[in-house]
């Protein structure tokens, strides 16, 4: 009777570990983003401070440029997918942060054209437009490059440039840590639901 | 003779070589850029060659390709023409090729739709109308 006992906690002690793993597991980042702040404009050109602005929501982030005419697109529009797609129960929980990496061209008032053209609400979507340093910065911590290429200037003097860049959709828990990045344009909604699901558990 | 003209007519019409299949059109602010899709079928003996866009509300057109920049990356460069191999078909689509409308001289919103002319060097001019939407899928 003893031994069985003993053999019944050993097999419980096992369960439990494995199950402790599997939550610990589940998301491959656990990347905490509070501990420096970043200043941006907002798309009706109010100051705000990221992360501080995503505070206790779960968020879904990409970094992107609005003269993109295809990956860019794509990725807002995934994230659009996942938030038509979102069960009544987290439809107030979740926040779609885009931040651009082209600051210089996508002032707050193209990140709102950019925006209202796709009815993104801006109850839940936030559009951000930073200076070099500030943008530099949240894109280490998210580990996005981009390189301009293909730069020419126009017949009317401007200057037009594509950017190479990180395809990224990034997934953000309620205490502002980094848990899980996605390729943003090929991005799979139902395996991002199902991670912001388990958050919220 | 009427009827041999007008069979003539139908017979030497180059759109019937080179059919334009399901063109769309991504929505777009004004001052930005968006792309164009569309699948190009080439039913003719020959090759052809798809080499200049026009979109009128577009102040700049290029032929682009999206591709694979390694390191979770993308790019796009431009390609300058397209060749479809005879009796076989090319798709412009979302992540690949497609043409790049840019400096758009005015918004292209959900439901908009817009002659767009395309230039083949066998088949020559074909104008064909795409709607905007958001995303093909």
Partial sequence: MKKTTNILRVLTFILSINFLNGCY????????????QNFFLNQDSVKVQ????????ITLLAMVYTHCPDICPMTTHNMHLVEQKLPDNLKGKVKFVVISFDPNRDTPSVLKKFAEIRDYSFNKWTLL?????NTKEVMLKFGIKAIPADSSFDDDGELSYNVIHTDRISLIDQEG????????????????????????N | MNVLLALLLIFSNPSEKIKIVDPWMRVGAQGQATGLFFKIENNSEKADTLYKVEFEPAGKVEIHETYDAGDDMMGMREVGQIVIPAKSSFELKPGAHHVMLMKLKRDIIKGYEGNVTLYFKQAGKIVTKAPAKEMMK
């Fill in chain 1, 177 to 200: 840590k980094l848990r899980s990045n996605y390729k943003g344009s090929t991005a799979n909604i139902d395996m991002i639901l199902e991670d912001i699901k388990y958050l919220n």
């Fill in chain 1, 50 to 57: 990221f992360p501080k602005i995503i505070n206790d929501k």
């Fill in chain 1, 129 to 133: 437009s930073g200076d070099e340093q």
């Fill in chain 1, 25 to 36: 597991e589940h998301f491959p980042l656990d990347q905490d983003l509070t501990r420096s």
